[in-house]
């Protein structure tokens, strides 16, 4: 059974930084790329970042580039993901994810995630 277990979350002020991780268990881990997502207050959950299972090709979204990082420890079976310069725009619950067989890292899809954590929440307030 594969586990996804999301820690991080919480408040912050505006212009702000939270780290989030993403703990992974019950499958080999560095063989998978992995993503973040977020979905806000009645909002459909949309992409933020994805990496490759090296860790040497990553890919943001316009909102995320140039703020946030994602990394991962392939020995510690965890992906993290820093964010900076935090805005109140923001605040949402955010998910790790195990890619599945059809992601891409060019294209990426919701749709194509293989496992999804709990959600962790990000508020960003003004």
């Known amino acids: 059974q594969v586990q996804l277990v999301e820690s991080g979350g919480g408040l912050v002020q505006t212009g702000g930084s939270l780290r989030l991780s993403c703990a992974v268990s019950g499958r080999t881990f560095s063989s998978y790329a992995m993503a973040w997502f977020r979905q806000a207050p009645g909002k459909e959950r949309e992409f933020v970042t994805s990496i490759r299972w090296s860790g040497g090709y990553t890919r943001y979204s316009d909102s995320a580039k140039g703020r946030f990082t994602i990394s991962r420890d392939n020995a510690k079976s965890t992906v993290y993901l820093q964010m900076n310069s935090l805005k109140p725009e923001d605040t949402a619950v955010y998910y790790c994810?195990?890619?599945?067989?059809?992601?891409?890292?060019?294209?990426?899809?919701?749709?194509?995630?293989?496992?999804w954590g709990q959600g962790t929440q990000v508020t960003v307030s003004s």
């Open positions: 994810a195990v890619a599945g067989a059809a992601f891409t890292l060019a294209t990426p899809s919701y749709s194509d995630v293989a496992y």
